[in-house]
């Protein structure tokens, strides 16, 4: 049975894209049954539309306070009875709303090992310091930023004379990959976290 969505964009949306793309391809059993953008000029929000996909985009006054927004996200995904919370690109912390209603079920990407490199420059940060493998996190958001339990990394090389634009297009290309996989495994039932925070896949 095809597990619910609603993805959360600030952006371009290129992982919402793959996520549609999957879906389509039948290798990925989820529908999308919301999109919701923290900006209005996201162009995210013309991919969800393109596929026919219900939009929200909050104010700019509304995020003046985020525990009110994520209130209204919040009520917003319980009302579409969505499963999971996936963070697309969604460069804004969720609160105590998001988390409570859905515990363990709020998923974001990070475009760097973590626990190295945590917030919005993880991509520029690895290169200038120079660390010659960096990759992507899949993990459950917490109630810190960049934290919570780690589901799954894909390692990137860093290779010599690579610019931090190649970097930034490899990185995107296996998150275009990973997150899919990641998600089906949810849709599976395969994932569980134990009383340490700690993830296991099945």
């Given at each position: 049975m095809a597990i619910k969505l609603g993805v959360l964009i600030s952006g371009s949306g290129s992982n919402l894209q793959a996520l549609i793309d999957n879906i389509e391809a039948g290798t990925l059993d989820a529908t999308i049954e919301v999109v919701i953008s923290s900006r209005a000029d996201a162009y995210g929000l013309k991919r969800a539309e393109a596929a026919g996909i219900q939009t929200l985009t909050l104010s700019r006054e509304l995020?003046?306070?985020?525990?009110?927004?994520d209130e209204v996200i919040a009520s917003t995904l319980a009302a579409r009875e969505v499963d999971y919370v996936i963070m697309a690109g969604y460069m804004r912390m969720v609160h105590d709303p998001i988390l409570r209603a859905f515990p363990n079920r709020v998923v974001n990407l990070h475009?760097?090992?973590?626990?190295?490199?945590?917030?919005?420059?993880?991509?520029?940060?690895?290169?200038?310091?120079?660390?010659?493998?960096?990759?992507?996190?899949?993990?459950?958001?917490?109630?810190?930023?960049?934290?919570?339990?780690?589901?799954?990394?894909?390692?990137?090389?860093?290779?010599?004379?690579?610019?931090?634009?190649?970097?930034?297009?490899?990185?995107?290309?296996?998150?275009?990959e990973l997150y899919p996989e990641v998600i089906q495994w949810l849709a599976e039932g395969r994932v569980s976290v134990d009383e340490h925070g700690h993830v296991h896949v099945a």
């Open positions: 995020y003046d306070d985020p525990f009110t927004a475009p760097a090992l973590l626990p190295s490199f945590k917030g919005a420059h993880g991509i520029q940060e690895a290169f200038d310091y120079g660390v010659k493998l960096t990759g992507i996190t899949v993990h459950f958001a917490d109630d810190r930023y960049d934290c919570g339990p780690i589901i799954a990394q894909r390692a990137v090389a860093i290779e010599e004379g690579m610019t931090v634009e190649q970097l930034e297009e490899r990185i995107h290309a296996v998150e275009h």
